[in-house]
């Protein structure tokens, strides 16, 4: 095993075009990013030695929040811990023109908001929830400069 996990990007879905190239890039760079933090925490994200993201569709990402959480309707990501990040690109368009971002940033935010919780970070909590916003801030700032 290298140092950091080999990404993959797979686009499954073919409604909306996305720069999978790009993402890997992004991905690489955003992991590297993510493992300067907690550097004393034996996390998920520091075993892998591969991280798969998946780009799929709004109805594919509802069955699988219906199989794995139980819960109706599509959400933006799922993340497993043998380094598995769903991304519905669907739901990543509308967020994206709700909050004024491209679909290529929502889709950064995305990724990094999975490779945190690999990493050990969790938003169940206000106090998490912050914690692992200002993270993701921060990597998206310097894996988008970096």
């Known amino acids: 095993m290298g140092k950091w996990p080999c990404v993959t990007v797979h686009n499954l879905q073919r409604k909306i075009s996305v720069n999978v190239a790009e993402l890997e890039k992004f991905t690489g760079n955003a992991v590297q990013n993510s493992l300067q933090l907690q550097r004393r925490k034996r996390t998920d994200l520091r075993k892998l030695s591969e991280i798969f993201i998946w780009l799929i569709s709004d109805r594919r990402m509802a069955l699988l929040h219906r199989k794995f959480l139980g819960q109706s309707g599509s959400t933006d990501v799922l993340t497993f811990q043998h380094g598995e990040i769903f991304i519905s690109v669907d739901t990543a368009r509308r967020h994206a023109r709700a909050f004024g971002n491209s679909l290529i940033r929502e889709l950064k935010l995305y990724i990094v908001h999975g490779l945190l919780h690999l990493h050990g970070f969790d938003d169940q909590t206000p106090t ?19």
């Open 128 to 146: 998490e929830a912050r914690k692992m916003k200002t993270a993701q801030e921060k990597i998206l700032r310097c894996a988008l400069s970096c």
